[in-house]
């Protein structure tokens, strides 16, 4: 669902956990063209509750640190799905300054992009087609 997602940025799991689901523990190294650069992004799972909460942090990438947390939270039949993510740009004052012009908005336009993607397979079932049930 993730390569799915993020399909407008060629993005490609290239070593850890790269097909299939992701557990506890278990990394992944990502792929992704970004501002017009392919960059490499190595995350951990550090925390899983499923199926109602993980966490992946960036233990490699271009960011001095990010953590993202995926909450689900299921009432009366309906799934809602709640992202926080918090990273710290490098290069001191030069990343505060990039935060400011482009890169905030840039990553909420890029998670709000995603969401819509997984809110669409999600609401109408193509998430089988991810996990490869047989949908006849």
Known sequence: MHKISTAHTNEEAIAGTTTGLIN??????????HFG??????SKITAM??????????????????????????????TTMMDTFVY?????????LADTLFLEQYMTQLLAKRNEVVKEFAENGRWKEVLGINLT
Not at 37 to 42: G, I
Not at 49 to 72: I, L, N, W
């Open 24 to 33: 506890l523990g278990e990394t992944v190294t990502w792929r992704a063209k």
């Open 37 to 42: 650069v392919y960059q490499t992004l190595t």
């Open 88 to 96: 710290a740009s490098p290069l001191g004052l030069v990343g505060k």
């Open 49 to 78: 509750q499923r199926p109602t909460y993980f966490v992946d942090e960036m233990v490699q990438g271009a960011f001095k640190s990010f953590k993202h947390e995926h909450h689900f939270q299921e009432t009366a039949g309906i």
